[in-house]
């Protein structure tokens, strides 16, 4: 076994396997970028090397600066972890040539299945099912478009060198082709330096299954079951779960021996993904193969009770697989849900900021607890555009299904995020949904059950006003002091009635609750509704933060035991300023402390006429010109954020007045770039 291991990635999964190798007594490095100096997967690590400035071309890309860090450390061996140079064939043959462990397949293996057309010829020779298409190398869009009609639509176009969900558009008519071809070439050429692609027939309400395999360097290879991972938006997987719902062990077997057989036609070594769709009849057809460790592995290792990582470690050191296919047992049911940084309302747009608060549920990390948390970052973290953003996933496991989606709600009610949007919320939605909860799964799921999923902003409840009216009340009384009663300012008086009015602003209204106190006994009226109102500060520890800081003094997290009428909750508010984020009854409120004139006049200034950037990123396109007249929805320009595309639409008719950016110009979150009258 290796006594020194360089780590080449960053976040949760750098974490993660730092983990496991310091269970192993592995010497770890980690490498950083400018963004990253203080994240948590450096101090994860027993030593670190900085490789570059933030974005990962000039850090996490630089195979060169990675390998010269390795020879200086030491390193026997290097762990890709997940994306940038795990499936870079050049780095593993340069891994090799300095005599270091590329902690991953051969790089023959790696450029055999790294291409998505050369892939799917080598599958076809092995005998794995294909889904009717073109997978050539003649990329002329004239013959593509010749392929899609012949196939017959709707078509998906994939990037040959793709994954993630990167360089990927369903097309519906021969008269969408064009565009969308040109959309989705540009988005390959940016994510992986390469613009080709292949066309396939697109399989209707299909599922997406994995088979996690393993093999080893004298020959052995197995399969570990299977993933569920139809839930997607945008491509990309929300949640991931083993088994398989309504998996039989004929077929299982029979996509496990067919994922074996996908391995051994490229003579693999260590871990690696077969993924297959899957039509509603139950035939299945081979997609890609991931020759990395993949996000979503967790839940396998949490239905077989084994660690994968270190399955990796042992197999590029020589040693042969652990186990054979007949001793591989599973038990349970395993899920896990991705916590993005992101605004599920705004079509999952990517969200950038501080962590200014973080608080998980309470879980044993990268074990095989009930419940799990792998993250990457900590209090105070910056969610920045360089990068994915995950912030950490949610891993539970349940002796079913139904005990399993149980754990995940209460996992998530108890995840506590501020400083950027997230998808908990959705998450919980899902989870709770009627056709996941029956397990009538597809790749199309999030959109059929759009209307559930992604509801109109809910007002924040008369508890979570509550609560918020209880959390000022204690910031006031603490900042007046606590052992001078005459200094108070949380309206006591020795005689006589109290009467207090407080305005919030909740998402796009003003709720306002009127605190009446005579004496010692107070009364919240919240939209004409009275009820007898107490609270306390709660003892705090229900959550875990491993490594987090202590938050700085512009923030501040209160747990509050509240009485309001009969009922009696426990919350927890963050206060930064006059925002108070509310966590409670498994919900979220964002409210701010308003003075009603105050937010007159902010509302009548929000209405300028201009578009803004929802996120720092680039313009690529630019589809109008100062003077033309547009319409509602008419796309107006295109910026590319986090290697996706983001269409700036019109919010409804109008003239360009101005434009303020081009083609090719960065642009900064809030950035107005078009002025329409």
Avoid at 5 to 16: D, F, S, T, V, Y
Avoid at 244 to 256: V, W
Wanted: charged share 20%; with cysteine; proline share 5%.
């Amino acid at each position: 076994m290796f006594t020194t291991l360089l780590i080449a990635n960053r976040g949760e999964i750098a974490c993660r396997v730092a983990a496991t190798a310091r269970r192993l007594g592995i010497r770890t490095i980690a490498v950083y970028s400018d963004a990253d100096a203080g994240a948590k997967h450096v101090v994860s690590c027993d030593a670190a090397v900085h490789i570059g400035a933030s974005a990962a071309r000039e850090s996490y890309l630089k195979s060169e600066t990675i390998l010269q860090a390795a020879l200086a450390q030491g390193a026997q061996a290097i762990h890709p972890g997940y994306g940038f140079l795990s499936e870079n064939s050049e780095f593993a043959s340069a891994c090799a040539k300095a005599g270091i462990s590329f902690v991953g397949p051969p790089a023959s293996a790696i450029a055999a299945m790294g291409s998505k057309s050369a892939s799917k010829t080598l599958m076809e020779k092995a005998g794995v099912p294909l889904v009717p298409g073109y997978h050539g190398d003649n990329q002329d869009p004239d013959f593509l478009k010749q392929q899609a009609d012949v196939i017959g639509y709707p078509v998906m176009i994939k990037a040959s060198a793709g994954g993630g969900g990167k360089g990927m558009r369903v097309v519906t008519s021969a008269a969408d082709f064009a565009s969308a071809l040109a959309s989705c070439k540009r988005e390959s050429a940016s994510s992986f330096d390469d613009d080709r692609v292949l066309i396939e027939r697109y399989v209707q309400k299909p599922r997406h299954i994995e088979i996690q395999v393993f093999a080893d360097t004298q020959g052995n290879a197995v399969y570990l079951f299977e993933r569920d991972c139809s839930v997607q938006r945008r491509h990309q997987k929300v949640i991931e779960e083993a088994p398989a719902p309504g998996m039989t062990e004929e077929r299982r077997r029979a996509m496990g021996e067919a994922a074996v057989a996908a391995a051994r036609a490229v003579n693999y070594v260590g871990a690696g993904t077969v993924e297959f769709i899957v039509e509603p009849s139950g035939r299945f057809y081979f997609m890609e193969m991931n020759t990395r460790l993949q996000v979503e592995h967790p839940v396998t290792e949490m239905i077989t009770g084994l660690d994968l990582v270190e399955w990796q470690l042992r197999v590029a050191s020589g040693e042969p697989l652990p186990l054979t296919q007949e001793q591989l047992t599973r038990k349970g049911h395993s899920i896990e849900a991705r916590i993005y940084a992101e605004n599920p309302d705004k079509n999952f747009l990517p969200s950038v900021g501080t962590l200014a608060h973080l608080a998980l549920p309470p879980h044993t990390a990268f074990s095989n607890a009930d419940v799990r948390v792998d993250g990457g970052v900590r209090r105070g973290d910056t969610i920045s555009p360089f990068y994915d953003p995950m912030i950490a996933k949610l891993i539970v496991w349940g002796v079913d299904r139904d005990q399993a989606r149980a754990r995940m709600v209460q996992a998530l009610a108890q995840t506590q995020v501020v400083g950027v949007h997230t998808n908990v919320a959705f998450l919980t939605r899902l989870m709770t949904d009627q056709a996941f909860a029956a397990a009538d799964l597809d790749t199309g799921l999030i959109e059929r059950q759009r209307a559930t999923l992604l509801p109109p902003l809910a007002p924040a409840s008369h508890e979570a006003l509550a609560l918020a009216v209880a959390a000022l009340l204690s910031d006031e009384a603490s900042a007046a002091g606590k052992d001078d009663p005459w200094a108070q300012t949380d309206g006591w008086r020795l005689n006589g009635l109290y009467r207090r009015e407080l305005s919030w602003a909740d998402h796009d209204g003003i709720r306002t609750c009127v605190l009446h106190r005579q004496g010692l006994a107070q009364v919240l009226e919240i939209e004409s509704e009275r009820c007898a109102f107490g609270w306390r500060m709660a003892k705090s520890g229900n959550t875990v933060n491993n490594h987090n800081p202590p938050e700085d003094d512009s923030t501040a997290a209160l747990s509050i035991e509240l009485t309001l009428g009969r009922a009696a909750v426990t919350g927890t508010v963050v206060r930064r300023g006059e925002r108070f984020d509310v966590f409670a009854l498994g919900a979220m409120s964002p409210l701010v402390l308003k003075d009603p004139l105050r937010h007159a006049a902010d509302g009548q200034a929000e209405h300028s006429g201009g578009l803004t950037a929802p996120m720092p990123g680039k313009v690529i396109a630019v589809h109008v010109a100062v003077g033309d007249k547009v319409k509602r929805g008419q796309a107006l320009l295109v910026m590319e954020a986090m290697k996706m595309e983001h269409t700036i639409a019109a919010p409804g008719e109008g003239t360009v007045k101005e434009l303020l950016y081009g083609v090719g110009d960065q642009v900064g979150e809030g950035a107005a770039l078009i002025t329409l009258g």
